[in-house]
């Protein structure tokens, strides 16, 4: 177990790949009723289309859902990633994603039956009202990997599909803004029960499709688009620029045309594979059409979607860059003491510093270096930063250093009668004084300095040491920040010990 959840994003991304095999299928309801709004929107396309494209500011809440004993939930992490390839695969349309808040749910009927009553309820219960609500839960129905449910208007999506490469996040948030399948009609086929895997069948539908209707559960009876775009307003999708689709990708799980298909008039069918909206599988890039990005701009500007425009973000400004990981080396000389650094990364407004191995430890960072007291002596670490911005981590893939601790400690406390040696507070903010307390069972004079890592005083004055108990202090107004070695030194002998200036 120790080394996995450091390698959670990595693990993650393999059982991703694994995973959506089986749990692929879309949920979401595209009868009439969901079609409504876009019918509706798209009176307002060309009023869309002749708009200065201006970024449009998403907020999204994500639910993480863990059981009632609050186990399964997904790392922070794999949200923020997810967030960040959101964005990246929505650049082109000018939607930018930000987190809102990500809101922690302990409730096993939502994590394995979102559908059912009781998790309906819960989602209901704690939908944030001013964002987009992704719930990531463990389960929510055989062969279902997210689903879009205009009644309670969230977005449900598995932990296993979060972040994958058949971009089920970004499908389901395409329907969020009205956008329907390509293959519309083709989602499973009702008329032969011994057809199981949806969309076109050779053996079922043959070279020409002569019907002009097909028919599923999730979408009821749907008109068949034609080549010529004839129809193209109320068939399938109702969107013009996607080709016919007749499940094509469902059929052959994969992402290339494999079958010579005429439609009712004779003319060769050529569906667009790689749409976000199909069910084509491992294309990797997909993308929406300009028509189906028009759709979610309108869905967006729409009275409906009123409720998510209230935020203050304005500007896009994503990490991009990884973390470059500065210290510690492939030795720690002392183990309660190490400190970690790397360099700023341009728009990261926190860090995540990941440390497992002999130990597990996660710390949420403010700065870009971190004083760590909690490892083991000799033990052997991974480490790995992860730079977070409102837009999610970067999507680039981090270092991950190895290094060793040793048996050192920071405190080398060898002075003849002097006992109770403690900094405080530590670490320090610049400004404050450093306390130096001690006991000695005798006066003497000393010497206390501050040194640099390299060695350098930066700063020094000459201390009597009281009998008994003493407070020394130390004034840092002029220290810059990072990790400095406290040195006392006196005729019985010297310590040091390690202070953090933040
Ligand atoms: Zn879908």
């Given at each position: 177990m120790k080394y996995t959840q450091f390698f959670s994003l990595i693990v993650c991304l393999l059982m991703v790949s694994i995973g959506t095999s089986q749990n692929h299928r879309c949920g979401t309801d595209q009868s009439d009723a969901f079609m409504t709004e876009l019918r509706e929107n798209k009176k307002l396309f060309e009023a869309t289309r002749n708009k200065s494209r201006v970024d449009r500011f998403i907020p999204i809440t994500f639910h993480s859902v863990a059981t009632t004993q609050g186990e399964g939930r997904v790392n922070d992490l794999v949200i923020y990633s997810a967030l960040c390839t959101m964005n990246e695969r929505y650049a082109d349309t000018e939607m930018?994603?930000?987190?809102?808040?990500?809101?922690?749910?302990?409730?096993?009927?939502?994590?394995?039956?979102?559908?059912?009553?009781?998790?309906?309820?819960?989602?209901?219960n704690v939908k944030s009202p001013n964002s987009l609500n992704v719930f990531i839960v463990e389960d929510a129905g055989t062969g279902v990997g997210g689903y879009y449910t205009r009644g309670l208007d969230v977005v449900v999506i598995l932990k296993t599909t979060l972040a994958d490469d058949r971009y089920t996040l970004e499908h389901e948030i395409g329907h969020f803004f009205t956008l329907g399948h390509t293959h519309r009609g083709w989602d499973q086929i009702a008329s032969d029960p011994s057809v199981t895997q949806g969309g076109y069948d050779p053996a079922v539908h043959g070279d020409t499709i002569t019907i002009t209707t097909v028919a599923s559960s999730q979408s009821g009876s749907v008109l068949i688009e034609l080549m010529d775009g004839s129809n193209c307003t109320e068939a399938a999708d109702e969107i013009c620029d996607t080709p016919p689709d007749y499940g094509f990708g469902f059929s052959c799980n994969c992402c290339t045309m494999i079958y010579d298909v005429w439609d009712s008039n004779g003319d060769k069918v050529e569906p667009m594979m790689?749409?976000?909206?199909?069910?084509?599988?491992?294309?990797?890039?997909?993308?929406?059409?300009?028509?189906?990005?028009?759709?979610?701009?309108?869905?967006?500007?729409?009275?409906?979607r009123n409720y998510l425009r209230g935020g203050s973000v304005d500007i896009y400004t994503p990490v991009t860059e990884a973390a470059v990981l500065l210290s510690p080396g492939l030795l720690a000389d002392n183990y309660n003491g190490v400190f970690f650094d790397w360099e700023d990364v341009p728009n990261a407004e926190s860090y995540i510093l990941q440390i497992d191995g002999d130990k597990e430890l996660e710390y949420r960072v403010s700065g870009s270096e971190f004083f760590v007291e909690d490892l083991d002596p000799n033990g052997t670490y991974f480490w790995q930063v992860a730079s977070v911005s409102k837009f999610g981590t970067s999507c680039q893939t981090e270092e991950v250093r190895l290094f060793t601790t040793g048996?050192?400690?920071?405190?080398?406390?060898?002075?003849?009668?002097?006992?109770?040696?403690?900094?405080?507070?530590?670490?320090?903010?610049?400004?404050?004084?450093?306390?130096?307390?001690?006991?000695?069972?005798?006066?003497?004079?000393?010497?206390?300095s501050l040194l640099d890592l390299n060695g350098k005083v930066v700063l020094t004055q000459n201390e009597t040491i009281q009998r008994g108990e003493n407070q020394i202090k130390l004034k840092t107004s002029s220290i810059t920040s990072g990790l400095y070695v406290v040195e006392v030194q006196t005729a019985n002998g010297r310590m040091t010990d390690k202070v953090f200036i933040k």
């Amino acid at each position: 177990m120790k080394y996995t959840q450091f390698f959670s994003l990595i693990v993650c991304l393999l059982m991703v790949s694994i995973g959506t095999s089986q749990n692929h299928r879309c949920g979401t309801d595209q009868s009439d009723a969901f079609m409504t709004e876009l019918r509706e929107n798209k009176k307002l396309f060309e009023a869309t289309r002749n708009k200065s494209r201006v970024d449009r500011f998403i907020p999204i809440t994500f639910h993480s859902v863990a059981t009632t004993q609050g186990e399964g939930r997904v790392n922070d992490l794999v949200i923020y990633s997810a967030l960040c390839t959101m964005n990246e695969r929505y650049a082109d349309t000018e939607m930018r994603f930000y987190l809102e808040d990500i809101n922690y749910v302990d409730n096993t009927n939502l994590y394995n039956a979102p559908g059912g009553q009781q998790g309906r309820a819960a989602i209901d219960n704690v939908k944030s009202p001013n964002s987009l609500n992704v719930f990531i839960v463990e389960d929510a129905g055989t062969g279902v990997g997210g689903y879009y449910t205009r009644g309670l208007d969230v977005v449900v999506i598995l932990k296993t599909t979060l972040a994958d490469d058949r971009y089920t996040l970004e499908h389901e948030i395409g329907h969020f803004f009205t956008l329907g399948h390509t293959h519309r009609g083709w989602d499973q086929i009702a008329s032969d029960p011994s057809v199981t895997q949806g969309g076109y069948d050779p053996a079922v539908h043959g070279d020409t499709i002569t019907i002009t209707t097909v028919a599923s559960s999730q979408s009821g009876s749907v008109l068949i688009e034609l080549m010529d775009g004839s129809n193209c307003t109320e068939a399938a999708d109702e969107i013009c620029d996607t080709p016919p689709d007749y499940g094509f990708g469902f059929s052959c799980n994969c992402c290339t045309m494999i079958y010579d298909v005429w439609d009712s008039n004779g003319d060769k069918v050529e569906p667009m594979m790689d749409n976000v909206m199909s069910y084509s599988n491992n294309c990797n890039p997909y993308r929406f059409t300009e028509e189906q990005t028009v759709a979610m701009l309108t869905s967006f500007d729409s009275d409906r979607r009123n409720y998510l425009r209230g935020g203050s973000v304005d500007i896009y400004t994503p990490v991009t860059e990884a973390a470059v990981l500065l210290s510690p080396g492939l030795l720690a000389d002392n183990y309660n003491g190490v400190f970690f650094d790397w360099e700023d990364v341009p728009n990261a407004e926190s860090y995540i510093l990941q440390i497992d191995g002999d130990k597990e430890l996660e710390y949420r960072v403010s700065g870009s270096e971190f004083f760590v007291e909690d490892l083991d002596p000799n033990g052997t670490y991974f480490w790995q930063v992860a730079s977070v911005s409102k837009f999610g981590t970067s999507c680039q893939t981090e270092e991950v250093r190895l290094f060793t601790t040793g048996t050192g400690t920071t405190s080398l406390r060898d002075i003849e009668g002097v006992t109770n040696i403690g900094i405080y507070p530590n670490p320090v903010s610049t400004g404050l004084d450093i306390n130096i307390f001690l006991t000695a069972e005798a006066a003497m004079s000393s010497k206390v300095s501050l040194l640099d890592l390299n060695g350098k005083v930066v700063l020094t004055q000459n201390e009597t040491i009281q009998r008994g108990e003493n407070q020394i202090k130390l004034k840092t107004s002029s220290i810059t920040s990072g990790l400095y070695v406290v040195e006392v030194q006196t005729a019985n002998g010297r310590m040091t010990d390690k202070v953090f200036i933040k």
